[in-house]
């Protein structure tokens, strides 16, 4: 059965486990919460050290999983048995082991909680042994998050461990992590060790733990090129040449392209309430409206026409196509330029 992440973890926070859970997609976090949970919830302590086994899909054969999963727990009424990284296993989904596999999701151990985590990519859909995890067992498919609702996840992830967090800061953290969850967390958890409940996430903490500069980073380029503030435009682009790792070319052409494509979407909407405008542009808040509001006022309809063009150029630039030797720093300045006129 098909089932949503947070669907599952408020079963097992219940205290309803099944047989058979099978893992699986590109984005590990969920699969780790719920892998993490068992592994923590499902047995007593005292009775973890017979009754639970965690292994590797890399170190097992389908006869040592099957083994361990046919086992009887030792005075318990369940054992444990987590498969980790299974898509490192040489023998699943091969054929001559497959059936061995088909007939244990068939008749589980009812006593044996089996957990299969499939990590970082979908495992084929049009397989029999596919169709029947999902006809038997709990199967959870976990897909990337879309960047649109990133900053409302990284809110709410925040906000359920009892801390708030800055829009700016939010939007550091997405710049430069990227949509991959598992990362995100890791570095909000550390974030957390040094706060206490009710404190605030600020982008100075971001800049000091994370690694992102709070002036030089692509917000900050955004804003500078709104208020055709060049001297700054240029301080940000000097930092960036002096520090190439601090931004990296594809990402802030990929930013400037969504904030352009925001700002096509809603040049002939502003009429619209604040609410109603960043609902229109794809935004979580009205936080940065204002800051739209000024861009509509500087760009036009058919100059911000133009730019997405340059903006399209330079990413095949950065591609390495219509350019001989392509250059980071002079894509970057040229798009620049051409984005101030």
Known sequence: MLQSPETILAELKKGNFAPIYFLHGEESFYIDEITNYIEKYALK????????????????????????????PIMSERQVLIVKELQEMSEWGKADTQKLIE???????????????????????????????EKHCIVVETKRIAESKLPEWITQYVAQRGVSIEPKAVLMIQEALGNELSKISNEIDKLLLNLKKGEKITPHMVETNIGISKDYNVFELQKALVSRNRSQVYRILKYWEANPKAQALI???????????????????????????????????THFIKEY?????????????????????????????????????AILKELIYKILG
């Open 251 to 285: 990402p802030t052409i990929a930013f400037l392209f969504q904030y352009f494509t925001k700002l096509l979407a809603g040049i002939e909407l502003a009429h619209l309430s604040d609410a109603e405008l960043a609902q229109a542009i794809g935004l979580n808040s």
């Open 293 to 329: 509001r000024e861009a509509f006022c500087v760009f036009n309809l058919n100059r911000i026409i133009e730019i997405i063009g340059h903006i399209r150029t330079a990413d095949l630039h950065a591609k390495g196509i219509g350019v001989a030797n392509p250059n980071d720093s």
């Open 45 to 72: 302590d005292e009775q973890k050290s017979f009754n639970q086994t965690i292994a590797y899909g890399r170190d097992l054969t389908m006869g040592n999983l099957l083994n361990y999963a046919r086992r009887f």
């Open 103 to 133: 007939n244990y999701i068939k008749n589980p151990q009812p006593s044996t909680i089996l957990v299969l985590a499939y990590k970082h990519k979908t495992f084929n859909k049009n397989t029999n042994l596919y169709k029947l995890l």
